[in-house]
């Protein structure tokens, strides 16, 4: 997991590392990405370990957390629809995406995209 988080710190450049510990976090728990969630198509069982499902949390959040789904873990957390619209912006998700396991194919594929476009920017940047 030691290059997924160096790309994370990439994608999130504004976060304090040297005072807060963070942890990387399954949007959607990797505990669900299993035959047992009937939710889920099956060509995603093993898909739960990918970029496009990891994001940076503090410690403690990520621990409070847990394995809740993602839409259910949002509205515990922000309590208006102004909040979690701005924390899906923030971490490259389409905030009209509702974050169902239905709609995990539609939020694979534009998050993908978000990230690609922001590493590009940083890693490739045009020249002036």
Same mark, same amino acid.
């Given at each position: 997991? &030691? ?15 040297? %005072? %807060? &510990? ?11 990405? $299993? ?40 509205? =515990? ?13 923030? $971490? ?9 396991? =239905? $709609? ?5 594929? %534009? ?5 690609? %476009? ?11």
């Amino acid at each position: 997991m &030691t290059e997924s988080f160096l790309i994370l710190q990439i994608l999130y450049p504004n976060l304090n590392y040297k %005072t %807060t &510990t963070f942890h990387i976090d399954h949007i959607y728990p990797k505990s669900k990405f $299993n035959e047992k969630n009937k939710k889920l198509d099956k060509d995603f069982y093993k898909w739960g370990n990918y970029l496009y499902n990891l994001q940076l949390l503090e410690g403690a959040e990520n621990g409070a957390k847990k394995d809740k789904d993602p839409e259910v873990w949002l509205k =515990e957390e922000y309590k208006d629809e102004r909040a979690i619209e701005e924390y899906k912006k923030r $971490n490259y998700i389409d905030p009209n995406l509702k974050l169902e396991w =239905e $709609n995990i194919k539609e939020f694979r594929e %534009t998050r993908e995209e978000a990230i690609i %476009t922001k590493l590009k920017e940083v890693l490739l940047p045009k020249s002036s």
